[in-house]
């Protein structure tokens, strides 16, 4: 009522109760239902169920003017973007209107290091930094930026190992990588080598595994035959 400023005990019930969940109609509600269960938790949902009311319509009896709220920000910038915020004073003896809407003002922050993270292909370094990973995609990747281009993608990202973070709106500042059209995209030497070199190791790879499954499967098929060959030699 007070932002926890103080605390007051209220016992509405002497024995315990699981509290499954809390009902009200807005958040502006001064009254609300707590649902929940009774008796020993061994019974599980087997125990009879019980709805509390409460009612603090009688608590601040007036409602919050102009004066009585204050502007708040939980950070200075959180994912590239400050937001300011409209709530009641700690102090303000009033309720909020049942119909009042959060107000809040949002404007975008300069781009620093800490928005970014390491973009695909890329892995943290002990040293702090983004390093590639070693993978034959990721090297066809590094070799031809516009590798993704298709007739339904206008743009590629030629990255330098960061990007920025989901959801990050910040503007200006620190910048990392270029974004092209792919209409302009550079034939990279070697790029399509690279995807070649991609598209035979996972062939190569397939290939093994099928060789190696063929070839357990064979020798199990022998040793089977001649069990049954050794077995038939004991009958006669």
Known sequence: LNDGASFETCTFRSVP??????LTRSFNAR???????TGPEEAGDAR??????????????????????????????????????QRRKADAMCHNPIEREVTKDERACEC????????F?????????????????CKAYALNPSLFC???VEQFYETDGYRKQP????????????????????TKSGSKTGVVLAILGVGLLMAAILGVTLYVYMKRKKAAHSYASFADDDVE
């Not at 009311?53 to 920000?73: N, T």
């Open 31 to 37: 009254n609300f239902l707590l649902e929940g269960l």
């Open 17 to 22: 109760m699981t509290v499954n969940n809390i």
């Open 48 to 85: 009879p169920g019980l709805l509390i009311l409460f009612d603090f319509a009688d608590v601040h009896g007036r409602e919050c003017a102009a004066a009585d709220y204050e502007e708040w920000s939980p950070a200075e910038c959180l994912l590239g973007e400050h937001v300011v915020w």
């Open 167 to 186: 959801n990050n709106r910040c503007e200006g500042g620190v910048t990392h990588g270029t974004v092209s059209s792919c209409a302009d995209a550079p």
């Open 150 to 152: 298709t007739e339904d």
């Open 112 to 119: 620093t290091e800490n928005d970014y993270e390491c973009d």
């Open 121 to 137: 292909c890329f892995t943290l370094g002990a040293d702090g930094r983004c390093a590639p990973l070693p993978t034959q995609t």
